[in-house]
């Protein structure tokens, strides 16, 4: 008796799947002016990025993923938005040199792919043996303050880094507050 029929065209479609969503993700992410889109192309990104973690069995990087990225450095940024200026000023871009900043970075893009791609299809890859471990709250904080702590600290500063940025951002929204609304005060 065969498992469910069809199941390795429903694998590869799911598989399809996440890399679409991550890849639409970083396209809406890194290809919009607005920065709330790109805050959204990158909870997207992630989500995606998180769907191919659990694919490939790994079920607690899918989590920490949708985590620390989506929940914790997305909603950061969203926050700092939020406590910026409301408006986006105009962009004054000059098109030739953002055609041709956009054409290197596609064909640096591509490079890479066809690299990455070649590598995965032609290279010799073993599998380690993975250990089964019950997944209960006291084993994976044992195992991230063990084994895992580098991973741990890395968190903390992706973390701090985002909300850096966010306070950045709302920074410079609350001074251009403060100086517009000064030239509006009446003089006493």
């Known amino acids: 008796m065969s498992a469910f029929p069809g199941s390795p065209y429903l694998l590869a479609a799911i598989f399809m799947l996440f890399v679409g969503t991550t890849v639409a993700g970083a396209l809406l992410a890194v290809g919009t002016a607005r920065i709330i889109r790109s805050v959204i192309g990158l909870a997207t ?29 997305c909603v950061t940024i ?53 250990r089964n471990t019950d ?26 880094a985002a909300i850096l940025g966010a306070l950045a951002i709302a920074r410079v929204g609350r001074r251009r507050e403060s100086t517009e609304g000064s030239e509006n005060k009446p003089i006493p």
């Not at 408006?87 to 055609?99: I, S, T």
Request: aromatic fraction near 12%; glycine fraction near 10%.
């Open 45 to 73: 990104s992630s989500l995606g990025l998180a769907g191919l973690y659990y694919f490939l069995n790994s079920p607690f990087l899918a989590l920490m993923q949708i985590l620390i990225y989506v929940g914790a450095v």
């Open 78 to 130: 969203i926050f700092a938005i939020m406590l910026a200026e409301p408006d986006e000023p105009p962009a004054e871009r000059r098109r030739g040199l953002a055609a041709l900043w956009s054409g290197a970075a596609f064909v640096l893009a591509l490079i890479l792919f066809w690299g990455a791609a070649r590598l995965g299809l032609s290279g010799e890859w073993t599998t380690l043996a993975v």
């Open 135 to 160: 997944g209960s709250v006291e084993r994976i904080g044992v195992e991230l303050l063990t084994r895992h702590s580098l991973a741990f600290e890395a968190i903390s500063v992706v973390l701090l």
